[in-house]
């Protein structure tokens, strides 16, 4: 059962647009939402991380917005550069667990 | 730092061969991760140590053996795999297990091909 469910699958953008990616998850007692971001050939770094206490995170050109009553999250990249071409995961992870639930992730490819 | 370190980078065995994946990290974390990734999909979920001891296993097969030697080292044994669980490795660490905003750092990855 996939627990949290991620698109687009693909996704190009042009140099300084905006990337957009979706995340929708089902169990209510996930409350630790990161997003990773993994280069070819390299482990999954995290990017960015929220907590259902606030709907919106930013750091620099990332930003991660969070509406709890519907069980969504995403991930907007501003002014969106070729050097972020990668793969992007969400997850989410209980209080008491150790488990990261991933999305199936978006590849994204920013077009110089 | 928050560096996890995995060697070898890259692994070669054959179906009878004995293996083994090793990983390290000094950042004092409590817990630590084997995950598991095939090409184009999410890492999965292998094996958890919390304190040094065994606290999950994903139903992996035997095949696969974790030995946690200390609280900075974690290894993954490997015999009599198959070809289908050639993949890429990863190693995790977090402060603790569970706990709300825990951050778990990956490594670099291990990749392994079964011939």
């Known amino acids: 059962q996939q627990q949290v469910k991620q698109s687009p699958q693909s996704l190009i953008v042009q140099k300084g647009g905006i990337s957009i990616i979706n995340c929708a998850y089902e169990?209510?007692?996930?409350?630790?939402f990161p997003w990773y971001q993994q280069f070819p050939g390299k482990g999954p770094a995290l990017l960015i991380a929220?907590?259902?206490?606030?709907s919106e995170k930013k750091e620099g050109r990332f930003t991660i917005s969070f509406n709890k009553s519907a069980k969504q999250f995403s991930l907007h990249i501003m002014d969106s550069q070729p050097g972020d071409s990668a793969t992007y995961f969400c997850a989410a992870m209980e209080t008491s667990g150790s488990r990261l639930t991933f999305g199936e992730g978006t590849q994204l490819t920013v077009n110089p | 730092d928050t560096e996890v370190t995995q060697t070898p980078k890259h692994l070669v065995m054959g179906m009878t061969n004995k293996k083994s994946l090793k990983c390290e990290q000094h950042m004092g974390h409590r817990a630590m991760y084997w995950y598991k990734q095939k090409a184009k999909k999410p890492p999965e979920l292998m094996f958890v140590y919390s304190y040094e001891k065994l606290s999950i296993n994903e139903s992996v097969p035997s095949r696969f053996s974790p030995e946690c030697p200390n609280s900075s080292l974690l290894n993954l044994h490997l015999h009599a795999l198959q070809p289908e669980d050639s993949a890429l490795y990863l190693c995790?660490?977090?402060?603790?297990?569970?706990?709300?905003?825990?951050?778990?750092?990956f490594g670099e990855g291990s990749w392994l091909t079964v011939v």
């Open positions: 169990n209510t007692a996930f409350d630790y």
């Open positions: 929220i907590r259902p206490d606030v």
């Open positions: 995790a660490s977090s402060l603790a297990r569970g706990a709300s905003g825990n951050t778990i750092y």
